[in-house]
Nanobody
């Protein structure tokens, strides 16, 4: 089992920045792809960003391209989501997810492990 714990959420004004962290613990695998998803009230859980096991390849939803950056520290078993130029529509619970494998899927149902989520609220 892999345990994921997110942190870094909070309340920020539009145009501001936040950095989310996701620390992995428990059983580790040599190749684990990671992703970030978000879910606003009354909406489905949407893909935000993903990174492959080595950190060489990243993927983003169109709505966050140019504003969000996903990265990972392999030695620390931690993945980050730097969020800049935040907008009120970015308000959601953000979830970290992991799947054993080299490349990250973009669908939430293809991930094996999930964190508990961290709330991000962007005020206008």
């Amino acid at each position: 089992q892999v345990q994921l714990v997110e942190s870094g959420g909070g309340l920020v004004q539009a145009g501001g920045s936040l950095r989310l962290s996701c620390a992995a613990s428990g059983r580790t695998y040599s190749r684990t792809a990671m992703g970030w998803f978000r879910q606003a009230p009354g909406k489905e859980r949407d893909f935000v960003a993903a990174i492959n096991w080595s950190g060489d390849n990243t993927y983003y939803a169109d709505s966050v391209k140019g504003r969000f950056t996903i990265s990972r520290d392999i030695a620390a078993n931690t993945v980050y989501l730097q969020m800049n130029s935040l907008k009120p529509e970015d308000t959601a619970v953000y979830y970290c997810a992991a799947v054993v494998g080299s490349s990250p899927p973009l669908r939430s149902d293809e991930y094996d492990y999930w964190g508990q989520g961290t709330q991000v609220t962007v005020s206008s």
